[in-house]
């Protein structure tokens, strides 16, 4: 099996290509990102004792077609994660929101029919739907409250035309949160919540903390990812259709940052700034379609798994945490 990851230096990316090496035995993957939030050494540091021969790194932009075309030659599946991703960059600059996200989505479906890829997994999130009564699912009518949710929701409509227009096997999974080890880079809540933590002995919630979402761990949803990656190619239900990955519980941030406040072994402060624009207040997911036809069940419970994330970020020195965060933008 010949894969193809999109942005594969990212969070997900990076943990993707260590489960799959392990869990599909002689697949080769192709990595291409632009390393504007993704580093390759993270990838590296993640892929130690696995056959270098056995993973590829491009340096390159999904907005640029020919690009997509050359390295989606000879490529069984593509798994697409590269993305402009979260709601108050794409507020900030919506039209680079849609470039990325739009047309570099345009792009690699284009190339992969074109070079004769069977299938296309394009990860979505929660966003497309806005706010909703909870739990959303794929049934809920979408009302994407930033660009960020209307560019997913765009890519998600491009993804079913062109398994109706040019039999193109694609499936969108909305993600809800997702969390875990190799996240030093991310600015999402879980992550962010304990590099502040370390950097600066305090916790900020935007809003009251009653805001809700539904938090998976990586490993769970790169579960879901393998699973679309063998179902049966002639099996035509699947195809075309979007899947809600997520645990099925709400979680409410304050609960979330007393739970890692107690995970330090010193004094750390919650504290309150004003609620963002944009942002959802009540989130999580029905995932009862991604288990019945998928065969999907999430595995690791929230403190397992923010416990692992801790672990894993405490066993990083101070100065790369603290590099990492400047670099970020999060500081």
């Not at 402009?84 to 919506?94: F, K, L, M, R, T």
């Not at 680079?96 to 069977?118: M, Q, R, S």
């Not at 990083?316 to 933008?329: D, F, M, P, W």
Request: aromatic letters at 10%.
């Amino acid at each position: 099996m010949k894969i193809l990851i999109t942005g594969g230096c990212g969070f997900v990316g990076v943990n993707l290509t260590r489960y799959l090496l392990k869990k599909v035995q002689g697949c080769k993957i192709t990595i291409v990102d632009n390393f504007s939030i993704g580093r390759r050494e993270y990838l590296e540091e993640a892929l130690k004792g696995f056959a270098e021969d056995r993973v590829e790194i491009i340096k390159g932009d999904i907005r640029n077609r020919a690009l997509c075309e050359d390295i989606s030659k000879g490529i069984d599946s593509i798994v697409h994660l590269a993305a402009q991703a979260g709601v108050i960059p794409s507020i900030e600059d919506p039209f680079y929101d849609c470039e990325v996200n739009v047309i570099g989505t345009l792009n690699l479906l284009h190339a992969a029919v074109k070079n004769g890829v069977e299938r296309f997994i394009f990860a979505s999130s929660n966003a497309p739907l806005g706010e909703q009564s909870p739990p959303v699912s794929e049934g809920k009518t979408p009302k994407p409250l930033s660009p960020y949710g209307a560019s997913k929701l765009a890519c998600e409509a491009y993804c079913s035309a062109f398994y109706g227009s040019y039999g193109l096997k694609t499936i969108a999974f909305r993600f809800s949160n997702a969390y875990g080890p190799y996240s030093l880079h991310k600015n999402s809540v879980i992550a962010k919540f304990i590099k502040d933590g370390i950097l600066k002995g305090r916790l900020t919630i935007y809003g009251d903390g009653t805001q809700t979402r539904d938090f998976i761990y990586v490993d769970d949803l790169c579960h879901a990812i393998y699973l679309s990656l063998t179902l049966p190619a002639s099996s035509s239900e699947y195809w075309g259709e979007v899947f809600h990955l997520g645990t099925g519980k709400e979680t409410r941030i304050i609960d979330l940052a007393v739970m890692v406040k107690g995970l330090f072994d010193k004094k750390i402060e919650i504290v309150f700034e004003p609620e963002r624009k944009g942002e959802i207040k009540r989130n999580y997911s029905d995932i009862s379609k991604a288990e019945s036809m998928l065969g999907f069940k999430p595995r690791i419970k929230l403190e397992e798994g923010v416990k692992k994330v801790y672990e894993w970020f405490t066993s990083l020195k101070y100065e790369r945490i603290k590099n990492a965060t400047v670099l970020s933008g999060s500081e």
